[in-house]
């Protein structure tokens, strides 16, 4: 199982934000996306400009 090093803080205010009464899980599925989405998309471009500044 893998093992995430966040701070309680951080894991709050996740949770709240994909929280959600109205599901049967207990959190919105298509924020949990949208919030996972955007951040692989800034992790895409830091990625991209570390590549840039590596073969300058």
């Given at each position: 199982?893998?093992?995430f090093d966040l701070?309680?803080?951080?894991?709050?205010?996740i949770k709240q934000l994909i929280?959600?009464?109205d599901s049967p899980v207990g959190i919105?599925?298509?924020k949990?996306?949208?919030l996972i989405l955007h951040k692989l998309?800034?992790?895409e471009k830091r990625l991209d400009?570390?590549?840039k500044r590596m073969s300058e």
């Amino acid at each position: 199982m893998a093992s995430f090093d966040l701070p309680h803080e951080t894991y709050d205010e996740i949770k709240q934000l994909i929280e959600s009464d109205d599901s049967p899980v207990g959190i919105d599925a298509q924020k949990a996306h949208v919030l996972i989405l955007h951040k692989l998309a800034e992790l895409e471009k830091r990625l991209d400009r570390m590549e840039k500044r590596m073969s300058e």
